[in-house]
């Protein structure tokens, strides 16, 4: 196991649904030292590559994005739920649902700030049904910038979000995948990676 | 001038109805190397108290709020706009205004993550009328948590939200202070601090 799947099965909860609680480390109250670490392992993993930005999305995908960014030497880019007064009409647009929340936003990134010279890693924290990664990559496309990889935290490879993505060419990248959670035990099972 | 202030001055714009706009370095776009810088800085400011944990509100806080956390060492949690589904009923609430969007939110913040042991440091990016800062507070309160600083890195010193904030008696300390933009010349004048 990596250092991102013992914090899961240490601090993790499984809940009913296939939901995993991870709120504790990841997603509102956030152990930075660990988001540090994260951002670390997505260098060591797309590092090759050269990189203009970082791409994500809010809330959650943040912090992590902060950190990643900061790996590359890079700006962060974050695409805005819902249309701001202060974003100007001059921006991409997808529309994003959202498994946790239960209802669709439409995500905004001001065409300032993406460009067709741009090399991106979008970055996000889950993975589930690859709404919101998806949304990116429209965002990225439409801007004529190339996606030169995804790195996701934690993806639920029991949801069709990373296999659909994967099967587009993409290469993505989740520090855990897992594969099944047992509601009455709490037991995790991680997919084997390299 | 500080390192903020320049930065506002290079690459801020001024704009109708009293709008600042900083989104290319600081609230869409996202300058890494100076969120730590002002990070450090508020560890400069607020490094002589005990602070065990940053609380800040989402989006545009978190990577500030990282930062900062970062060099106190400590967990950063941040209060969530709406209910998500994920988040237990057992919940901190508090209802802020947002000027830049126009509307009214619901804030949350898990009971499990502030507690009356935790004292704060409160970060957000911006600091109008108060809004925001007064349901952080709010939120601390219930809690029982101490707020021993709160840390903003602009503040519209010509709103209200300051004031009322340092009348309270709270140790309120902004990055920049702008007392007055002039939307023909693009002026913008910064109140002198120490």
Redesign the interface.
């Known amino acids: 196991m990596n250092f991102l799947e013992e914090r899961i099965i240490r601090d993790g909860e499984v809940r009913p649904g296939q939901?995993l609680?991870v709120?504790?480390?990841l997603n509102?109250?956030?152990?930075?030292?660990l988001?540090?670490e994260i951002g670390r392992e997505f260098k060591r993993r797309f590092g090759h590559k050269r990189i203009t930005k970082v791409l994500t999305i809010?809330?959650s995908g943040?912090?992590i994005a902060?950190?990643a960014?900061?790996e590359f030497?890079v700006?962060?880019?974050?695409a805005?739920?819902?249309k701001?007064?202060?974003?100007g009409s001059d921006v991409y647009m997808a529309e994003v649902e959202s498994f946790?929340?239960?209802n669709r936003n439409q995500v905004i990134?001001?065409r300032?700030?993406l460009s067709g010279e741009d090399r991106l890693l979008i970055i996000d924290d889950f993975l589930a049904n690859g709404s919101a990664l998806q949304g990116l990559i429209a965002i990225a496309e439409a801007a004529g910038a190339s996606v030169e990889g995804l790195g996701i935290v934690i993806e639920k490879g029991f949801q069709p979000g990373g296999k659909l993505i994967r099967e587009r060419g993409f290469d993505l990248q989740s520090l855990a995948i897992v594969d099944a959670m047992d509601e009455e035990t709490g037991e995790i099972t991680f997919r084997r990676q390299e």
Chains 1, 2 share one sequence.
């Open positions: 939901v609680k709120d504790g480390f509102h109250q956030m152990d930075v030292a988001l540090e809010e809330a943040i912090g902060c950190f960014a900061r030497g700006p962060m880019v974050f805005k739920k819902s701001s007064l202060n974003v946790t929340h239960g990134v001001s300032k700030y």
